[in-house]
């Protein structure tokens, strides 16, 4: 996803981190006026929309403003900082923070000035430049400089998330060339997504951060230049971010028609039942809904007959990723990818499907699902030229067999899965002894799933009782957020619940995900633990991909390892958001492709 929506999604979630994108075509800067400053920067060939546009052609530009957006936010909180690790970060501080650049929903990625009016970028790719608009200031009233942006960098990738260091490790220099304009150099031409998800990181003001400890969390209101304030504050229970009158960008055309909503409002929830029962009470106006069966049957009442409640479903082309059951090979117990793959098999997904989520969802079969980056069949091509390099490093199943998952037919009985489960096994060491699976030290096979989502208990339950079934004890850890992030950055855990979101151009964000460097990475996204120099190498080769077909077949290539590595047990995905509302909240007509986009939306009170 472009990372305007990824930080943003960084700041409002928890554990999910959504991905960026990865192949930056110069076609468009390599002409006469190669280092003219361009307004926008479009990762295939032309940006959409040209220098005169006036909005986006998916708002609304006539939209009231104001009004109140209630929603649900689950666990608690405790700081009010996102960018480091300490703490529990509150929900919805994205809506404080602006940045260089800002992404259209309706291009796959291409991004448009905000706090920068126009960028330079060097036609060998060496530098990128950013020009500050001069209108541009921070809710206290002092303007975005050029020292700001060095500042956020520098600040950012020395005492922020371990994110900040790999994402941008191939800036080499930053410069305040002036007071509005700001250098960055780079180490490589190859890594041709960096200049424009440099200009989407959310810049902070040097002269707030001066005299604060930015490493320690912190329930004090940061300073944004961003279209809302935070003007509640109830730790671990409310928040509320009121919409600026005074905000500098208010009129941009990247602005306009979005940013309606008068105040959004965050009412934390410890359990997500009370959360679905307090919208239906008319506490909440709105709720993204991802569980199948309340879908089909939670909003049945008086209130959905009457419109008061509106379920609307909006198809979208993202990549869906990866959710799965994430296997920590830390751990000795996982270390065999055997085993691994025997635990899925025990895995009954067609019983799931039609049992709990009323068959409602696809089983995933791909990093990148939902997607032309998916692997699929067997190799061939380009795909085939490159595993090939690697072939004397990689299982033999990779070039001679199409990945697949068992599949049932949803009676509940696996018996072929479970003779399969047990073949493998007992390859990696392990036999039964009467109801117990044991090594070859009489020790039992059990391991822990650790969860901080109790709508998750009841898919674990019936895996459970399958692997009981070969004496494999699973136990159920459910946590609060706080100890579950805890636990998540000391690895403290066997196997938990994650998603690895993609963009149709992944980059820079693959190494977080897969790279050795990130396996022992505190708050890293290496949940696996994989340390496998034939995935280093693909994911350097997919940031480095000159053409976009290359980053296909590159992407490919790492999706089928990765997949035969038998790190995540898969699970499922759809192609469209389900979106529970109350009737004043507005839609318009159009929703773009590549988000859900929300920050379009206004109140239109009865």
Same mark, same amino acid.
């Given at each position: 996803?472009?990372?305007?929506?990824?930080?943003?999604?960084?700041?409002?979630?928890?554990?999910?981190?959504?991905?960026?994108?990865?192949?930056?075509?110069?076609?468009?800067?390599?002409?006469?006026?190669?280092?003219?400053?361009?307004?926008?920067?479009?990762?295939?060939?032309?940006?959409?929309?040209?220098?005169?546009?006036?909005?986006?052609?998916?708002?609304?530009?006539?939209?009231?403003?104001?009004?109140?957006?209630?929603?649900?936010?689950?666990?608690?909180?405790?700081?009010?900082?996102?960018?480091?690790?300490?703490?529990?970060?509150?929900?919805?501080?994205?809506?404080?923070?602006?940045?260089?650049?800002?992404?259209?929903?309706?291009?796959?990625?291409?991004?448009?000035?905000?706090?920068?009016?126009?960028?330079?970028?060097?036609?060998?790719?060496?530098?990128?430049?950013?020009?500050?608009?001069?209108?541009?200031?921070?809710?206290?009233?002092?303007?975005?400089?050029?020292?700001?942006?060095?500042?956020?960098?520098?600040?950012?990738?020395?005492?922020?998330?371990?994110?900040?260091?790999?994402?941008?490790?191939?800036?080499?220099?930053?410069?305040?060339?002036?007071?509005?304009?700001?250098?960055?150099?780079?180490?490589?031409?190859?890594?041709?997504?960096?200049?424009?998800?440099?200009?989407?990181?959310?810049?902070?003001?040097?002269?707030?951060?001066?005299?604060?400890?930015?490493?320690?969390?912190?329930?004090?209101?940061?300073?944004?230049?961003?279209?809302?304030?935070?003007?509640?504050?109830?730790?671990?229970?409310?928040?509320?971010?009121?919409?600026?009158?005074?905000?500098?960008?208010?009129?941009?055309?990247?602005?306009?028609?979005?940013?309606?909503?008068?105040?959004?409002?965050?009412?934390?929830?410890?359990?997500?039942?009370?959360?679905?029962?307090?919208?239906?009470?008319?506490?909440?106006?709105?709720?993204?809904?991802?569980?199948?069966?309340?879908?089909?049957?939670?909003?049945?009442?008086?209130?959905?007959?009457?419109?008061?409640?509106?379920?609307?479903?909006?198809?979208?082309?993202?990549?869906?990723?990866?959710?799965?059951?994430?296997?920590?090979?830390?751990?000795?117990?996982?270390?065999?990818?055997?085993?691994?793959?025997?635990?899925?098999?025990?895995?009954?997904?067609?019983?799931?499907?039609?049992?709990?989520?009323?068959?409602?969802?696809?089983?995933? &079969?791909?990093?990148?699902? *939902?997607?032309?980056?998916?692997?699929?069949? !067997? @190799?061939?091509? /380009?795909? =085939? #030229?490159? %595993?090939?390099?690697?072939?004397?490093?990689?299982?033999?199943?990779?070039?001679?067999?199409?990945?697949?998952?068992?599949?049932?037919?949803?009676?509940?009985?696996?018996?072929?899965?479970?003779?399969?489960?047990?073949?493998?096994?007992?390859?990696?060491?392990?036999?039964?002894?009467?109801?117990?699976?044991?090594?070859?030290?009489?020790?039992?096979?059990?391991? &822990?799933?650790?969860?901080? *989502?109790?709508?998750?208990?009841?898919?674990? !339950? @019936?895996?459970? /009782?399958? =692997? #009981?079934? %070969?004496?494999?004890?699973?136990?159920?850890?459910?946590?609060?957020?706080?100890?579950?992030?805890?636990?998540?950055?000391?690895?403290?855990?066997?196997?938990?619940?994650?998603?690895?979101?993609?963009?149709?151009?992944?980059?820079?964000?693959?190494?977080?995900?897969?790279?050795?460097?990130?396996?022992?990475?505190?708050?890293?996204?290496?949940?696996?633990?994989? &340390?496998?120099?034939?995935?280093?190498?693909?994911?350097?080769?997919?940031?480095?991909?000159?053409? /976009?077909?290359?980053?296909?077949?590159?992407?490919?290539?790492?999706?089928?390892?990765?997949?035969?590595?038998?790190?995540?047990?898969?699970?499922?995905?759809?192609?469209?958001?389900?979106?529970?509302?109350?009737?004043?909240?507005?839609?318009?007509?159009?929703?773009?492709?590549?988000?859900?986009?929300?920050?379009?939306?206004?109140?239109?009170?009865?």
């Amino acid at each position: 996803m472009p990372a305007s929506r990824f930080f943003t999604d960084r700041l409002n979630r928890l554990t999910c981190i959504t991905s960026l994108a990865g192949l930056l075509a110069f076609a468009p800067l390599t002409l006469a006026a190669e280092t003219a400053c361009q307004p926008a920067l479009s990762l295939y060939g032309e940006p959409k929309y040209g220098e005169d546009f006036q909005h986006f052609d998916y708002v609304n530009p006539s939209a009231p403003t104001g009004g109140q957006l209630r929603q649900a936010a689950l666990g608690t909180f405790d700081s009010l900082n996102p960018f480091i690790i300490q703490g529990t970060p509150a929900t919805g501080l994205g809506h404080l923070y602006d940045s260089l650049t800002y992404h259209s929903a309706d291009e796959p990625f291409t991004e448009y000035g905000l706090l920068a009016e126009c960028m330079r970028l060097d036609p060998e790719g060496e530098w990128i430049e950013f020009q500050l608009r001069e209108e541009a200031r921070f809710q206290d009233g002092e303007a975005v400089t050029a020292e700001d942006v060095v500042f956020t960098f520098n600040l950012l990738r020395e005492k922020g998330q371990p994110f900040y260091r790999a994402y941008y490790a191939d800036i080499t220099a930053i410069e305040a060339v002036s007071s509005q304009r700001v250098r960055f150099q780079l180490a490589t031409a190859d890594n041709r997504e960096l200049p424009l998800i440099i200009g989407q990181v959310p810049i902070l003001p040097q002269h707030y951060w001066a005299e604060r400890d930015f490493t320690q969390p912190s329930l004090e209101v940061p300073l944004g230049s961003g279209p809302y304030q935070l003007t509640e504050v109830d730790a671990g229970r409310r928040l509320v971010y009121t919409r600026d009158d005074n905000y500098w960008g208010r009129d941009l055309p990247v602005n306009r028609g979005r940013n309606n909503i008068g105040q959004h409002v965050y009412e934390y929830f410890r359990d997500a039942t009370v959360a679905l029962e307090a919208f239906k009470a008319g506490r909440l106006d709105y709720r993204q809904e991802n569980i199948a069966r309340n879908w089909a049957e939670a909003y049945e009442g008086p209130a959905l007959e009457q419109g008061k409640i509106q379920l609307v479903s909006l198809e979208h082309e993202n990549s869906t990723g990866m959710q799965g059951f994430f296997f920590n090979t830390r751990r000795e117990i996982f270390a065999d990818p055997r085993v691994r793959l025997g635990l899925t098999q025990l895995f009954d997904f067609e019983w799931t499907n039609q049992q709990l989520f009323h068959g409602a969802y696809t089983r995933t &079969e791909s990093y990148f699902s *939902n997607s032309e980056l998916a692997s699929r069949g !067997l @190799p061939e091509g /380009r795909e =085939l #030229e490159i %595993l090939d390099h690697y072939r004397d490093q990689l299982p033999q199943e990779v070039f001679t067999r199409e990945y697949d998952l068992p599949e049932t037919d949803g009676s509940g009985s696996i018996r072929p899965q479970m003779r399969k489960a047990l073949s493998l096994f007992r390859e990696a060491g392990w036999q039964l002894d009467g109801r117990r699976l044991v090594n070859d030290q009489g020790i039992q096979m059990e391991f &822990e799933i650790l969860l901080h *989502n109790a709508s998750f208990e009841r898919i674990v !339950l @019936p895996w459970k /009782r399958n =692997l #009981e079934r %070969l004496g494999i004890q699973m136990n159920l850890r459910l946590v609060d957020v706080t100890q579950y992030l805890n636990r998540l950055r000391d690895f403290d855990y066997d196997l938990v619940v994650s998603t690895l979101g993609q963009s149709l151009s992944p980059g820079n964000e693959q190494r977080e995900y897969f790279h050795s460097d990130f396996a022992q990475a505190s708050d890293g996204r290496n949940l696996s633990g994989i &340390e496998d120099p034939v995935v280093d190498a693909l994911v350097e080769k997919l940031i480095a991909a000159p053409t /976009r077909e290359e980053l296909v077949q590159t992407t490919r290539a790492l999706d089928r390892v990765l997949l035969w590595g038998h790190y995540v047990l898969p699970h499922w995905h759809i192609d469209e958001y389900r979106v529970a509302k109350r009737a004043k909240v507005r839609l318009p007509e159009v929703n773009p492709p590549y988000s859900l986009a929300t920050d379009t939306w206004w109140i239109e009170e009865d």
